[in-house]
């Protein structure tokens, strides 16, 4: 019986690519105070009444052009991820998503029901950077399952590993073969947030976009700030990989809705690269651990359009860390890391 064990959180995908099951994870992700923060009834009725009903169908035919035969990507690769490392740390894995299926409880319940004298479980959030509306709500969505139900075991959390050596050598590793291609530019292209989210997660309230260069500026801000997290990402790969400063650069992708978000937008990119000379490109996706449907769908198809589309010739998307040896050692060291640490809360 395991005194000790992990449990992986991801992001969640629909159960099926049917419109139905597609328009019941929409209205859960929406719903999300921490993804749209509006109050309450105004969130409800721009959800329900307008963006669910609208992109529902829309998202489900996205959905069925990734769908393979082990059903969602992003929940297939997550399940791989959650044997290899099983296997190679020789305890329990449970796997759970933020939203839809499996849940929080679940995979809790099933811990503690296997190993009746489980003491501490390690929380593993599958995002290297912190946001509010990623690392943050699954983080809180788990803590308020496990305050709820009154487990006896204690509950840690591996915090945002953005910069963590091995992470980047993970990238490092998986990026450095694609370079033997010829290309002339390396977009890292990071899920996008609005930008309120970053002033609202501002602890000092003081220094997040004050000037621009204010990710530059040492602050306690930036153990929370999403877009100094990605840039610091970005630079530390471009650094291990010996890119020159023109050779790459990063870009924000899914935006939603009018307000403004963190720039520069991805969409834009890829139409005005091959307006600059850049014709071959070589895309990556920090942000992203599993390929998803933001990664498969669209940046490797809905992208290459766009950057074909705008006079581009070659078009490579790196694929993302999943089930890579070597991302199953990192996580693995994050994990060890943490149960070496005082309890969480």
């Known amino acids: 019986m395991a005194t000790q064990a992990v449990l992986l959180a991801n992001l969640g995908s629909p159960d099926s690519y049917q419109v139905k099951d ?29 963006i669910v009903p609208f992109r529902a169908p829309k998202s489900a035919g996205k959905y069925k052009t990734i769908w393979t035969e082990n059903g969602s990507p992003l929940i297939h690769i997550s399940r791989q991820v959650q044997q290899k490392l099983k ?11 933020r939203y839809a ?15 009746p004298d489980l003491k501490e479980v390690v929380l593993v959030p599958l995002y290297p950077h912190y946001a509010m509306s990623s ?7 788990v803590k308020e399952t496990y305050r709820q139900r009154n487990y006896p075991f204690q509950l840690k959390v591996v915090p945002p590993f953005f910069n963590h050596p091995q992470y980047i050598d993970s990238l490092v ?5 694609h370079l033997d291609e010829e290309f002339d530019h390396l977009l890292f292209s990071y899920h996008g947030i609005p930008k309120r989210h970053v002033l609202k997660t501002d602890c000092t309230k003081s220094h997040c976009f004050t000037s621009e260069e204010c990710c530059a500026v040492a602050s306690k801000a930036h153990e929370v700030c999403y877009r100094h997290q990605i840039i610091t990402t970005t630079n530390q790969v471009a650094e291990k990989l010996g890119l020159a400063s023109g050779k790459f650069s990063f870009s924000f992708q899914s935006r939603l809705g009018a307000d403004a978000w963190l720039q520069p937008y991805t969409v834009e990119q890829l139409k005005k690269f091959p307006k600059q000379g850049i014709k071959k490109l070589l895309i990556v996706c920090p942000a ?9 769908e669209e940046i490797q198809q809905e992208g290459h359009e766009d950057f074909m589309k705008a006079g581009g010739e070659c078009y ?8 890579r040896d070597d991302w199953i050692q990192t996580l693995t060291t994050l994990i060890n890391a943490q149960l070496n640490e005082p309890v969480f809360f």
């Open 87 to 97: 296997d190679a740390i020789q305890l329990p894995v449970e796997l759970c998503m």
């Open 316 to 323: 490579s998307v790196i694929p993302c860390l999943n089930d």
């Open 22 to 50: 597609v328009r019941n994870y929409l209205a859960e992700f929406l719903m999300d105070e921490r993804v749209i923060d509006l109050p309450y009834m105004g969130r409800l009725l721009l959800v329900k009444g307008v």
């Open 135 to 141: 690392y943050e709500t699954a983080v809180e969505h």
């Open 101 to 115: 299926n499996p849940t929080p409880s679940f995979a809790l319940d099933k811990l503690a029901r296997e190993n």
């Open 173 to 177: 590793i998986s990026i450095r073969p």
């Open 288 to 296: 992203f651990v599993s390929d998803c449907l933001e990664t498969l």
